[in-house]
């Protein structure tokens, strides 16, 4: 049985105009809360979590990977996430071969900072670099340099951390040459794992506004598909083989975290707006287990806590229809793909000889269903398919 933590930290120095993310800055936090004391009151979440856990009889194994995302968890004092790891160990334990990760903006590390972290147990940090190219980080309202990115690798290296870079593609004005440009870069750094995600607009941010208004134009689909296949050609060719749609990792370096998401294991997510998953027998008559998620603000979420009450703003249990949706959802974005024995075969191979046929899919070992390049460029197709055929 595998066990991840999930920490949530909301907070950045300056808001990307394209993040509709749960972050705030210092204006957006105001008056009554502050990452000051953060860390602490992530360790008394802890404590309540699992007095709550052990109420319900859930014994979690020592966790096997933690995460530290946000937000920018590197605004904190690198003292401070080490503390919270410190916690960790002491209230669930972790495994000897534990994944601890953070997310990085390259403007809020430096060579001690690293260093402490790998001293404190970190074993990898994941660095927003989303583009090499200048006018794309303006438009994205990134405030680090290319050349920040490089300085922060080599110093994870020089601490002994492994590192990986996350990539944007689709940013408005980014020519296809642009994107190579910021692919090979992230190559020529040497790391082991790749991010790259297309760009998502929400109309609620600063970038989907000023879409909304005509200063910037729509991204195109066509234009972020033809940019995802240059990446897959050029990572498959510097020998990073993509394990999940937006992720490519040499062998031996995947995100265990990340798969663990993938997998549908049990997480605890700490901090506001953290999602948790716990799929125990005890948690519902159905044996679906449970999902819940805490209270997105940062000062509501720290009232709960202060009143010693689980700063959950709510949860829900799994039902039979929603854990198929999430097996047949989870394992068609991985190189693992579906496997048909754990949605109990209410799919049969034969019916997938349209998808297979149409280059969507593949089988491997009569029981495990694999998106192809063309099936990942329009998974959610592909996974609207399979529920048709599930009758979900």
């Not at 590192?163 to 090979?184: F, M």
């Not at 040497?190 to 607009?201: C, D, M, N, Q």
């Amino acid at each position: 049985m595998t066990y991840e933590i999930y920490i949530h930290v909301p907070f950045c120095l300056r808001r990307c105009g394209y993040c509709d993310f749960n972050t705030y800055t210092a204006t957006d936090l105001g008056a009554g809360a502050s990452r000051g004391h953060y860390a602490q009151m992530v360790i008394r979440e802890m404590a309540l979590i699992r007095q709550w856990q052990c109420d319900h009889g859930i014994e979690e194994p020592a966790a096997s990977t933690v995460f530290f995302g946000g937000g920018t968890p590197t605004v904190l004092a690198a003292a401070d996430l080490v503390a919270v790891v410190d916690a960790i160990r002491a209230i669930w334990g972790l495994t000897p071969d534990a994944e601890i990760t953070t997310e990085a903006n390259p403007d809020t590390v430096d060579e001690a900072y690293i260093a402490e972290l790998a001293d404190g147990g970190f074993t990898r940090i994941s660095f927003g670099m989303q583009s090499a190219v200048p006018h794309v980080l303006a438009t994205l309202d990134r405030t680090h340099t290319p050349s920040n990115v490089a300085a922060g690798v080599d110093a994870a290296t020089m601490a002994g951390l492994r590192s990986s870079v996350d990539l944007i593609y689709g940013a408005p004005g980014e020519s296809l040459e642009d994107w190579r440009t910021s692919v090979e870069a992230a190559l020529d750094l040497g790391v082991h794992h790749i991010s790259a995600y297309a760009l998502t607009v929400e109309p609620t941010t600063k970038m989907g506004r000023r879409i909304a208004a005509g200063t910037l134009p729509k991204p195109d689909d066509d234009d972020e598909a033809a940019k995802y296949e240059l990446a897959d050609e050029l990572f498959t060719q510097a020998g990073l083989d993509w394990y999940e749609i937006s992720n490519w990792a040499r062998p031996g370096y995947e995100s265990r975290h990340n798969l663990g998401y993938w997998r549908n294991v049990d997480w605890a997510g700490l901090g506001p707006g953290a999602h948790s998953h716990y799929r125990c027998h005890a948690m519902s008559s159905n044996g679906y287990g449970l999902r819940s998620w805490d209270i997105a603000h940062p000062r509501l979420w720290g009232v709960a806590i202060n009143e010693h009450r689980v700063p959950w703003a709510d949860s829900e249990r799994i039902t039979a229809e929603e854990n198929l949706e999430e097996l047949i959802m989870l394992g068609l974005r991985m190189r693992e793909g579906l496997d048909l024995e754990r949605i109990d075969r209410v799919i049969a191979v034969d019916r997938l000889t349209p998808m297979i046929e149409e280059g969507l899919v593949t089988v491997v070992d009569g029981r495990r269903v694999v998106p192809t390049r063309r099936g990942r460029l329009i998974n959610d197709t592909v996974i609207e398919r399979f529920f048709d055929l599930a009758g979900i």
